[in-house]
């Protein structure tokens, strides 16, 4: 148990019977700028206040070095070259080099430092101090909007609401291109496989 919030999921939700792979072309990537992000979330109708939310998910679980190698090698210098992202401070960059050493790819860490098998808000005190694992994390520091969203989450009124507020956040998340009506999918019998008939 991770300890997160309990939440009721709409159910009878009709799903489509294809699949493609391009769906997923929009949905957001490991290594987006804010400025993607805030994109993406918009044009599936969710705000600041839910990319903050949801990117707090990552509070639990582990992310592929693949994942963090252009942030620890790859990264656009300013003058030209490749190397770190500068905004890692120089011991976490560290950390992070050791347990990605270059060529590595498959190695696992944790996307919050300290606290990855519990739900609490230690990824967004992570965020806040640079500590974040993958630039998609990052990048909702480089925003006075998202940093404010984040500030307000480990402080004040809004701290006493966070575990509510990421529930709502995906309830709303899961609402987004609902299929309806009687000629389109249909209700799963067991949510991971098409009816048989």
Do not use: W
């Not at 599936?44 to 990552?58: N, Y």
């Amino acid at each position: 148990m991770t300890g997160g919030p309990s939440f009721d999921v709409p159910t009878g939700r009709r799903d489509g019977l294809t699949s493609n792979l391009r769906d997923a072309d929009v949905l957001p990537d490991a290594g987006d700028s804010i400025s993607v992000l805030r994109s993406r979330f918009a044009a599936s109708g969710l705000d600041d206040r839910d990319l903050v939310l949801l990117t707090a998910a990552h509070t639990v679980g582990t992310t592929a070095c693949f994942f963090v190698k252009d942030r620890l090698y790859g990264y656009p210098l300013p003058g030209g070259g490749r190397g770190a992202d500068p905004s890692i401070p120089a011991p976490y960059l560290a950390e992070l080099k050791a347990r990605c050493p270059p060529g590595n790819l498959n190695a696992r860490l944790p996307l919050d430092r300290g606290s990855g098998s519990g739900f609490d808000d230690s990824i967004l005190r992570n965020i806040r101090s640079g500590l974040a694992v993958i630039a998609s994390d990052a990048a909702l520091a480089s925003s006075n909007a998202t940093r404010a969203l984040v500030d307000a989450y480990l402080q004040g009124p809004s701290a006493r609401r966070f575990q509510r507020d990421f529930a709502a956040a995906m309830v709303k998340m899961g609402s987004i291109g609902v299929v309806t009506g009687e000629d389109a999918g249909e209700v799963r019998d067991v949510c991971s496989a098409f009816n048989a008939s």
